[in-house]
């Protein structure tokens, strides 16, 4: 009988490859390569990672602090993490409510694995971020999308929510403020969802809130965890990436129920063990710097909020785009679809979000991640965590690229 070696599970068969790990990927290889790409597809920080938690991570390395922790978490991490959601988010926790990962993503990994059957329903409003419909399928569930509107700042509507509940609704993902749109879910539309998941015993909720320190005012942020009846129905997913600009420390944790919590950590025992000793270190100097990251964060986040300034102001002068204007997180997430359709020499039909973002890396030399891998082709989103001298010619060439360009549908 002959064999087929390349057989795949046909589990990771129905997983996409992540689009925006993908497109930046091939923007690396081009700078390499000699062409000048300016890469706005990764949501990553330009900023260094603090010198404090740098700092804290290099005399971990100096004092010997690199073998195994525990595989949950150092207990002084884990205290920490108590302590700031305590503080900073009113929900208390015991350390053995918490676990720390390799990333925020692996939190929601082991998360959706841990509560999951075959069958079950993992209930997403799109936009999304790309790797939650995945997760489901590696989990054998089915996602089921809920659209939003860019009308409604894409936003979850509670009636549609409701609509679309099942007996087979396991869990529910809210992220805010939200990749890839930038919207911050007001408490009170919060406190509206909580009510339909009160009335639905088996529902949970995963509360990604990577992105909670990086808000422009007035917008504030709500934890999900610390509504009225939602703390056992609630995994809280955070980490250090964004707002300490720790990408690389790959260091995340989850929040909850003791029994979700231990099922999470059980997994990641047979899995990848602890995090890094030395990650540790310097998540426990990142929660040392004060309420929401004190001013070491404070002035992150006034860059952003002036580069969300220029990015917002320079695309509303673009004929046809339109825009909600984010509240949180480093994205904007523009409509672009009333050029779709428009045939362009020497490259072709742009006819979807993709072809649009091949012909701005192909013209303008411009990374961006097309809005269908986030569940909405009619958008494209950026990233505006560069420079704002970078952000200025990438606007300049985009402008540039699209001169010669009418949109032809301006009733979308």
Not at 68 to 84: D, F, M, Q, V
Not at 306 to 326: A, C, M, T, Y
Not at 348 to 354: F, T
Request: charged share 20%.
């Amino acid at each position: 009988m002959e064999v087929d070696l390349k057989l795949i599970n046909p589990r990771v068969n129905s997983v996409k490859l992540s689009k925006s790990v993908a497109i930046t990927d091939q923007a690396a290889a081009l700078t390499q390569a000699g062409v000048p790409v300016i890469r706005l597809s990764a949501g990553e920080p330009d900023f260094d990672t603090p010198s404090i938690i740098a700092e804290a991570g290099i005399n971990a390395i100096r004092e010997g602090y690199t073998r195994y922790t525990n595989n949950a978490g150092t207990l002084e991490l884990r205290t920490a993490i108590c302590r700031k959601l305590k503080e900073e988010n009113g929900i208390s926790y015991t350390s053995d409510q918490i676990v720390v990962s390799n990333g925020a993503k692996q939190s929601i990994l082991q998360a959706v694995l841990a509560v999951c059957s075959p069958g079950d329903e993992v209930l997403i409003p799109a936009p999304f971020w790309v790797s939650y419909p995945e997760i489901a399928k590696l989990a054998d569930a089915t996602p089921v999308i809920l659209p939003t509107r860019i009308s409604e700042n894409f936003l979850l509507d509670p009636n549609l929510l409701e609509s679309k509940l099942t007996d087979k609704s396991r869990l529910l993902i809210i992220c805010s403020p939200s990749n890839p749109t930038g919207s911050v879910y007001p408490q009170k539309l919060l406190e509206q969802i909580s009510k339909i998941v009160a009335n639905h015993p088996r529902l949970l909720v995963l509360s990604d809130e990577i992105y909670e320190h990086i808000i422009y005012a007035p917008a504030t942020h709500t934890t999900f965890a610390s509504l009225p009846g939602m703390f056992d129905r609630t995994l809280t997913v955070n980490g250090f990436s964004k707002a300490f600009a720790m990408t690389g420390w790959r260091l995340g944790y989850l929040a909850g129920p003791k029994h979700f919590v231990a099922a999470c950590a059980k997994i990641q025992s047979q899995f990848t063990s602890g995090a890094s000793s030395i990650a540790q270190k310097a998540g426990v100097a990142a929660l040392g710097l004060g309420y929401a990251g004190g001013e070491v964060v404070s002035t992150m986040v006034k860059a952003y909020s002036e580069r969300r300034d220029f990015v917002v102001k320079s695309f509303k002068e673009i004929e046809g785009v339109q825009l909600s204007e984010p509240q949180g997180a480093f994205y904007l997430f523009l409509d672009f679809s009333s050029y779709y359709g428009s045939r362009i020499d020497d490259f072709g039909v742009i006819d979807g979000s993709e072809s649009l973002c091949r012909y701005l890396l192909d013209k303008a030399q411009v990374a961006l991640v097309p809005g269908d891998a986030f569940g909405d082709d009619s958008c494209i989103r950026i990233s505006y965590a560069e420079s704002l001298a970078t952000l200025q010619t990438a606007v300049e060439r985009i402008k540039t690229a699209f001169v010669s360009l009418k949109p032809i549908n301006l009733s979308v």
